[in-house]
DNA sequence: AATAAAACAGAACATCGTTCATAAAGTCAA
DNA sequence: TTGACTTTATGAACGATGTTCTGTTTTATT
């Protein structure tokens, strides 16, 4: 068969970029494969090549949108009538519960590596920052006297500590069943957060 | 050819593992393919079959002796003439530093999973939980005080958080470089240990 | 209508894990 | 030593996969 036209070519975009989100829903990254997607939106593999220049490239998108939900997760766990300090530890929570409920999604935004590091686009780069940038500012009005390097320094510890509890708790490999990854987290969290002493970092 | 008897069931066994072993060292989890390191060995792919039932558990017996390594690592930062909190610390710093002069083969251990949960060997489930029960013991003894259960919150609280930092800043997640990976680290360990207020960590 | 360009199909290729029938070499009793 | 049996090793073969490529059909352009 030739050409057909009946979608755009973003609209076939679109459905590749679906079915591979439901396939990895379902079955994790590895349930994700050429033949399989292009039946799923009644398109030949060759089609599918021709919107995405390999596979990866379009795991990279359904990750992209997997962090823009975390994103959008994240920041509508946060309150402006809520301290800076109290925003921080909902937003840390929502990570977590967002890696809960979305657990294969979530996996394969991490588990997924690039063979080409050089093909990362920049829209995913950036959106990684973009959501990490808001933890750190969101840090940074929470302890307004600490210097920006400790800040930077204060909030990737907590933020990758986190991301450590899910990944080793939903992985199975904390010797722990799942219900208390909240618990680990907020053990965490309190010793960053401690709305008494609000202990200036020193570097030694 | 048929049998040359020129080595032992164990010694080819013994032959594919380091070969497995050089292969992850070099081009990571993702370098390790049957032909290849039957072709290393000197020895026909069927032959690599009859010695692991599949290259998922030649890809186990790899990152069982990784976590063995890392463990002798951990226990050889133990000092008995250092205080409970200050061997914690060191044992922190050095998975830090193993993760970080090991990346590929401590990365294997994390990113590999089977496919069929079930033939995990129970070997390398023991060596997981040795690994982490000696870093909660030494945990316990550094809080003499503080109840079980808190014990076990923040042990796996300090330890998974540990490992998300190595994660995150050894696959460049982190937007900064490998240098500050031990800064990090001290950050986090700074908020568990803390020689002077031994806080004693009340449930919410 | 003729030509060019774009869209699409699916066969084809390479690479991988895995299996299997077969051959060679060893073992051992008669 | 011979012959039957077992063990060891092979590599061709199968199926699944990512990827490429050629050809065909449709649309756009002139």
Tied chains: 1, 2.
């Excluded at 997760?73 to 402006?80: D, G, I, Q, R, T």
């Excluded at 519960?97 to 950036?126: C, G, I, R």
């Excluded at 500012?137 to 320094?153: E, G, I, N, R, T």
Aim: overall charge negative.
């Amino acid at each position: 068969m030739g050409r057909r036209n009946d979608h755009t070519r973003e609209e076939i975009r679109e459905a590749a970029i679906q079915a591979a989100q439901l396939c990895i829903q379902q079955d994790g990254i590895q349930g994700i494969n050429a033949r399989h997607i292009a039946q799923d939106i009644g398109y030949a593999v060759g089609t599918l090549y021709q919107l995405f220049k390999n596979m990866d490239l379009l795991i990279l998108a359904v990750n992209l949108r997997t962090l823009k939900a975390l994103e959008q997760h994240v920041l509508a766990a946060c309150n402006s009538t809520l301290s800076a300090q109290e925003n921080m530890q909902q937003m840390a929570l929502a990570y977590v519960d967002f890696a809960l409920h979305n657990t294969p999604s979530w996996q394969a935004v991490f588990a997924h590596q690039l063979k080409d590091e050089q093909d990362m686009p920049q829209a995913y780069q950036e959106q990684r920052l973009r959501l990490f940038t808001l933890v750190e500012q969101q840090f940074k009005a929470a302890f307004p006297d600490m210097d920006a390097q400790q800040v930077s320094l204060e909030t990737r510890a907590l933020w990758a500590g986190i991301h450590g509890i899910c990944s080793l708790t939903l992985s199975h490999k904390l010797h722990d069943n799942e219900m208390t990854l909240n618990d680990i987290a907020h053990t965490l969290i309190a010793h960053f957060l401690q709305p008494e002493s609000n202990q200036q970092g020193e570097k030694s």
